[in-house]
C-alpha cells in the first residue's frame, strides 16, 4: 500500500490540474476588479489555496524517502488549504447573499471531487502514512495536528 500513496496522491494533484486548465474562469480574476473588495480577496485567496492543494501533498508524497508526510504539520494543511478557504468562501455568500453558492456542484460535477472527495483521499493518504510510520517503530502520535518529529 505504501508504493500507492505517492500514486495516489499525484492523480488526486493531476485531477487538480486538469480541472483549473478546464475551467480557469473559475480561478483566474483581479480581486481588485469585484463589487464586493472582501470578496475578491477571498476568492483570490481560494485560488492561491488551490494550488496549493494541488501542488504540496502530492511533492510531499513523491518526496517520501525523506519527508513523511505521514507526520507533517505542512501535508494536512496543505491538503485541507482548498477546502478550508471555500468554506470560508461559502459562509461568506451565505451571509451576504443568503445564498452558499453550491450550484456549481450540480452544474460542474468534478467539483465534487475537488471540493469533497479529494479531501477525503488527502486525510485517508495521512492517515495511512501516520499507521505506517507507527508499524516501522517510531512513536505512533493520535493528536491531529501534534506531528511530534514532524518535518
Known sequence: MASLMPLLSSTTGAIYLFVYLSYPEFFVWNPTQSLDPLLGWVQFT????WFITMLV???LW????RFNPGKSRLYIGAAFAWPGVLSILHLYLLFRTGNAGFAYLINYPIFIFTDILAPVVYLQ?????RNQTSRSGLVKNDFLFDSGSAN
Open 125 to 129: 493518504l495521512w492517515r495511512l502514512g
Open 46 to 49: 481560494s485560488t492561491i489555496a
Open 57 to 59: 501533498p502530492t511533492a
Open 62 to 65: 513523491i518526496a517520501g524517502s
